[in-house]
C-alpha cells in the first residue's frame, strides 16, 4: 500500500480501524526516506521511532484516543525535542542535545504523534533556498535541479516527496509558504501568538511562528487546532480560545470579499504568476466572491522592513552561541578573546554572518533611530494600514512567489535572494495568518502558490477559502 498517498485525516482513520498499524507506517515512511536520500530532506531518523509506533499501536488496541495516535510526523532541525539532536543545519551545534521539548513537540505527542525524524534547513533558518545548510543542499521533491525553498526546505520536501504525511517548519519572513509553493503543498504561517514558539531556536522572535506542512488544506486545519494555545512557558503566546478549525469550512464562498491589493498588482506584472494570479480571480469572482479594490500604500517597504528588523532580533539571539555558554569551541583558540572570535568565525556559515554583521549596523549607536527605530516605525504604519484593509474586506489574496522554483546554484547575490521573500514577508511584518497552496503551473509545468491572508485569529476564513480552491479550482 502506497500510504504517501493518503492524507492524515485519512490514515487516522485507517488507524483508528486497525487497517494499518502505526508500526507499518512508520517503517513505511522511514523506507521512503532511505529511497530517497539523495534528497537530502532529513537529517536523522530518531533510533526510537518504531519503538513509539509499537506504543501508539497498543494504545489503539486499549481503546485509548489521540488525534495523532500513530501517525509519523518530522521536525524541523530547529524545534527541540528533549534527547535528541537538534543542530539548526549549524556544524556550531552539531553536538548539542535538547534537554526540554518545545510545546509544539508536547502537544504532538500528548495527541500519540510518533515523531520520526528532524528535517534539513537553511542554517539558523537563515535562507530561501536551503542551500545554506551545514549538511549539504537539500533538493526539491519535483525537481532535483531545483530548489526547494527555504529555509524549511527539508520539511517541504519531506511532504512532497512522500517521506512523511505531515512536517513542522517555521516562519519568520516566508519560510514556510515559499517552501510549499515550490513543493506544491499546503503550509500556513498562523497569527503571531496562535503557536508557541517556546523550544524554538530562536531566529527573530517577534516575527516567527511554526507552522504545520500537510498536503491537503483539511489536514492543515487539523493540525493547526492541535498546536495551537497558549502556553504558560511563552508570554508571547496568545490566550484568544482555539477553534476547531475544519468546523469553519463551509464548502461555499458567497458573499466573501476578497481584498485585491493595487500595489500587489502593480509588483506582479510581467511576472510568471501574474496570467495565472488573475484567472483565479476571475473565477472566485464568477463562484459568488467580491472582489474589492484595496490599497496598502506602503507595501513596498515591507522588503526593506524586515531586512532591518529580522537581522536585528538574530543578533541578539545568536549572541548565546559564543563557544562559551552554548556551541562547539574552537580548538585553535589561545585565550578568551579567541574563543569568542574562532569560535564564531568558525562556527558560523556565510549567510549567518552576513546577518549578524548587518543587525550589529542596525543597532549600532550612530544608525539605530535611522535603520532599526525607523523600521518598527514604519511596521506599526503598516499594521494601522492592514486594519484599515480588514474593515473593506475578508480576506487579501496574493502570490505566494514570482515564479516557481528556480535552479540550484542560480542565485548567488543575497540581494537577489532576499527578492524572492517579495510577497510573503509582510504577513510576518503585520502578524496575519497567511496560507499558501498550489494553484497553477509555472512555465517549467511546476508548481505556483496563491496566498490567503486574513484579519489576526480568523484562519478558520483562510481555511474555507483554500479549501473551496483545492476543491474546485482545476489547474492541473
Request: proline share 3%.
Amino acid at each position: 500500500m502506497e500510504f504517501e498517498k493518503y492524507s492524515v485525516l485519512e490514515l487516522v482513520d485507517m488507524l483508528k480501524s486497525k487497517e494499518v498499524t502505526s508500526e507499518q507506517l512508520t517503517k513505511y515512511f522511514i523506507s521512503k526516506i532511505e529511497e530517497k536520500k539523495s534528497l537530502n530532506a532529513v537529517l536523522e531518523v530518531f533510533d526510537d521511532a518504531i519503538t513509539l509506533a509499537k506504543e501508539a499501536d497498543k494504545k489503539i488496541s486499549a481503546g485509548e484516543n489521540g488525534k495523532l495516535l500513530g501517525i509519523p510526523i518530522i521536525i524541523k532541525d530547529n524545534i527541540l525535542y528533549k534527547g535528541k539532536k537538534c543542530t539548526c543545519s549549524s556544524k556550531f551545534l552539531k553536538d548539542y542535545v535538547a534537554q526540554y521539548n518545545a510545546t509544539v513537540v508536547d502537544k504532538i505527542l500528548k495527541e500519540g504523534g510518533v515523531i520520526i525524524g528532524r528535517a534539513n534547513m537553511d542554517e539558523f533558518a537563515m535562507g530561501g533556498s536551503t542551500e545554506n545548510s551545514a549538511y549539504g543542499i537539500t533538493h526539491n521533491a519535483l525537481d532535483y535541479d531545483r530548489v526547494p525553498g527555504g529555509s524549511s526546505g527539508g520539511s517541504a520536501v519531506a511532504v512532497a516527496g512522500g517521506l512523511c504525511p505531515v512536517s513542522l517548519g517555521t516562519d519568520t519572513g516566508g519560510s514556510v509558504r515559499q517552501p510549499c509553493s515550490y513543493n506544491g503543498i499546503v503550509g500556513i504561517k498562523p497569527t503571531y501568538g496562535r503557536i508557541s514558539r517556546y523550544g524554538v531556536v530562536a531566529f527573530a522572535s517577534s516575527l516567527e511562528q511554526v507552522g504545520p506542512m500537510t498536503k491537503t488544506v483539511k489536514d492543515n486545519a487539523y493540525m493547526l487546532e492541535i498546536l495551537s494555545g497558549k502556553s504558560t512557558n511563552d508570554e508571547t503566546s496568545s490566550e484568544m480560545p482555539v477553534i476547531d478549525y475544519l468546523s469553519q469550512i463551509k464548502g461555499n464562498i458567497d458573499g466573501l470579499k476578497i481584498g485585491v491589493c493595487k500595489e500587489v498588482l502593480e509588483v506582479m506584472k510581467g511576472l510568471e504568476v501574474e496570467t495565472p494570479f488573475l484567472k483565479i480571480l476571475d473565477w472566485l469572482k464568477n463562484n459568488g466572491a467580491n472582489l474589492i479594490d484595496v490599497s496598502l500604500p506602503n507595501f513596498d517597504l515591507c522588503l526593506p522592513c524586515y531586512y532591518i528588523i529580522a537581522p536585528a532580533e538574530a543578533t541578539s539571539n545568536l549572541g548565546r552561541f559564543d563557544g562559551i555558554k552554548y556551541s562547539a569551541r574552537s580548538d585553535k583558540a589561545e585565550n578568551v578573546d579567541q574563543i569568542y572570535t574562532k569560535s564564531r568565525s568558525e562556527g558560523f556559515g556565510k549567510e549567518v554572518k552576513r546577518r549578524i554583521m548587518l543587525g550589529n549596523f542596525v543597532l549600532s549607536s550612530g544608525y539605530f533611530d535611522a535603520y532599526y527605530n525607523k523600521a518598527k516605525k514604519i511596521q506599526i504604519k503598516l499594521k494601522e494600514q492592514a486594519k484599515e484593509i480588514f474593515k473593506k474586506c475578508d480576506i487579501l489574496l496574493f502570490p505566494t512567489t514570482a515564479s516557481e522554483a528556480f535552479k540550484l546554484g542560480s542565485k548567488t547575490d543575497p540581494v537577489s535572494m532576499y527578492k524572492e521573500d517579495l510577497f510573503t514577508i509582510s504577513a510576518n511584518i503585520l502578524g496575519i495568518p497567511s496560507l499558501t497552496l498550489p494553484f497553477a503551473s509555472g512555465e517549467n509545468n511546476l508548481p505556483l502558490g496563491i496566498q490567503i491572508m486574513a484579519n489576526n485569529f480568523e484562519e478558520g476564513k483562510i481555511y474555507n477559502l483554500a479549501d473551496y480552491i483545492e476543491t474546485n479550482w482545476r489547474w492541473k
